[in-house]
């Protein structure tokens, strides 16, 4: 363990202004690495590969972490005054940790095994990311297409609304966008796009077929999805609606057709 007293301390750039998502956004992929935070966020990283570049913990916190103190990684310790003003945010949690990225599977990865996948379009909000993320893990959805204008799966705070099932999700950003869909529709899967259309069939409705193999096509929060993205889908589809409601976030909408993809299982 190395305490560290200057919030300006070179060997803890990679915490540095966590709250600055410009910044962040950035620094993480081109430098290969994203923030983990929180114990159990942490320890799901860790299981699920990934290789710390260090530790940073609130000096209170020490004893919390210490079996994972022989993976060859720094531990760094300080006081929440300076974790405060090296991240830009109180630290409630005590536990940080910076990861090496993994070099993402090909699309044809993905999809290799798959029996249901999710594909986004342009969701470029990081709660909306993490949220989807763990109702597709905890709903049965084998991977997740990301559009190039998505947002980062391993940005700080999509890992933590995930609680870490980012780790569990394989993913891929497919592109070109949207004509790589016709790559998903030639390994088998018919694409549904979630939309309020007036055509749109109720999802509940689909045939056995369509639901065989579906990958769900979903769009960003008040757009929805663009007309090209739908116009490249094998059906459309929506969630039926009462006392006028027209939708649902975009995270709740997934998980409820995660959910009625998957229960004949």
């Excluded at 114990?39 to 290789?51: D, F, I, K, M």
């Excluded at 997740?144 to 891929?172: H, I, N």
């Excluded at 059906?235 to 039926?240: K, M, N, S, T």
């Amino acid at each position: 363990m190395e305490l560290i007293t200057d919030p300006d301390d070179e060997r803890i750039a990679d915490y540095r202004a966590l709250t600055d998502v410009e910044l962040r956004t950035r620094w993480e992929p081109p430098h290969g690495l994203f923030i983990a935070e929180g114990e159990l966020v942490l320890r799901r990283a860790v299981r699920a590969g990934y290789r710390a570049r260090s530790y940073l913990l609130d000096e209170k916190r020490l004893d919390q972490l210490a079996d994972l103190a022989g993976g060859g990684a720094p531990v760094y310790a300080a006081s929440q005054e300076v974790l405060e003003k090296a991240t830009g945010f109180h630290v409630h949690r005590g536990v940080l940790a910076s990861f090496h990225r993994k070099a993402l599977p090909g699309v044809d990865e993905v999809l290799r095994d798959a029996r249901r996948v999710a594909v986004l379009e342009d969701v470029n909000n990081h709660t909306n990311i993490g949220a989807v993320f763990r109702g597709a893990a905890a709903l049965g959805i084998d991977g997740v297409l990301l559009s190039p204008s998505c947002a980062d799966p391993l940005y700080r705070r999509s890992v933590r609304v995930s609680m870490g099932e980012v780790f569990a999700v394989p993913y891929a950003t497919l592109s070109p966008w949207p004509a790589a869909l016709d790559q998903v529709r030639s390994a088998g899967f018919t694409v549904l796009a979630m939309t309020p259309a007036a055509d749109a069939v109720p999802i509940q409705r689909l045939t056995a077929q369509e639901r065989a193999r579906p990958a769900l096509l979903l769009g960003a929060e008040g757009p929805g999805l663009s007309r090209a993205a739908v116009a490249a889908s094998d059906r459309r589809v929506v969630i039926p609606m009462r006392r006028g409601v027209d939708s649902l976030n975009v995270a709740a909408a997934a998980a409820v057709a995660f959910w009625e993809l998957g229960r004949e299982d």
